[in-house]
């Protein structure tokens, strides 16, 4: 259980990936979402698709900025 949230808050399965190159962008934005929503840090969109379809379907997928520099515009 988490400290310091609504108990309502902390039974609520939202869940958010956090996909970035950029080991401290990773970090710094799970350690401001993690009291209210299940965040986890992952270094590759390929990782975090991978992890969606095994283990869990994220609410929402923050992707850093520099893979649509590395890959371009869809």
């Known amino acids: 259980m988490q400290i310091g949230v609504e108990t309502s808050k902390a039974v609520d ?6 996909v970035d190159d ?6 710094a934005l799970q350690f ?11 270094a590759t969109p390929e990782e975090a698709f991978a992890r969606g379809i095994d ?9 850093g900025a520099s893979y649509f520099k590395q890959e371009g515009p869809a």
Do not use: Q, S, Y
């Not at 399965?13 to 956090?18: K, M, N, S, T, Y």
């Not at 401001?32 to 992952?42: A, V, W």
């Open 22 to 27: 950029n080991e401290i962008t990773r970090a």
């Open 55 to 63: 283990w869990l379907k994220p609410h929402v997928v923050l992707l």
């Open 13 to 18: 399965l939202r869940g958010v990936f956090v």
């Open 32 to 42: 401001m979402l993690h009291d209210e929503i299940e965040t986890h840090e992952l």
